[in-house]
């Protein structure tokens, strides 16, 4: 299961490597700060799948509790849909998507546009029939912001909780 230890252990491998071990404390302190505010944002104790997709492509991957999704939702007191699942990564499917039916849908891209990935994402038959849909609850995080752990899964965090509040 991932979490923001994942985060620490890398933060303190390239520190010991560039000598700076010093510069870890204070540095984990900053971004538990950072953690610790969001717990209480609007979509509290909801639940939300990440999914991965590339425009144009008829696939897209979803992310168990082994992935940073796990402590990014977790940082934003949402629960993850494939907590269930300890694979990181996997093969997704609509029928699934819908009978976990979560109340929030995030999208990693890489590349695309947020409109871009948007649109592919409502493309899907049956997206349209999801909670998250109907609701205006489908937010999109560049994929960098999720995935490996790092200071940038903080900022992940923080994003999510930025573009669930203007939902």
């Known amino acids: 299961r991932a979490s923001w230890d994942d985060v620490e252990q890398e933060i303190t491998k390239t520190a010991t490597i560039f000598g700076v071990t010093d510069k870890v404390p204070a540095l984990m302190d900053d971004t538990h700060s950072q953690i610790d505010g969001l717990q209480q944002g609007p979509a ?4 939300a799948a990440a999914l991965y997709l590339t425009p144009g492509s008829g696939v897209f991957y979803a992310y168990g509790n082994s992935s940073m999704i796990q402590p990014i939702f977790e940082a934003n007191g949402l ?3 494939y907590e269930d699942t300890t694979t990181r990564v996997f093969d997704g499917s609509m029928e699934d998507i819908l009978k976990r039916n979560p109340d929030w849908v995030v999208l990693l891209s890489l590349e695309a546009t947020k409109e ?3 649109e592919a994402f409502k ?3 049956g997206a349209d029939r999801l909670k998250a849909v109907t609701n ?4 999109v995080l560049p994929f960098s912001l999720t995935d490996p752990p790092t200071t940038l899964s903080v900022k992940g965090a923080t994003q999510l909780s930025q573009e669930i509040a203007g939902s």
């Open 79 to 81: 629960k993850n849909s």
């Open 136 to 139: 205006n609850q489908v937010v």
């Open 116 to 118: 871009q990935t948007l």
């Open 123 to 125: 493309g899907f038959n």
């Open 44 to 47: 509290a104790g909801q639940s």
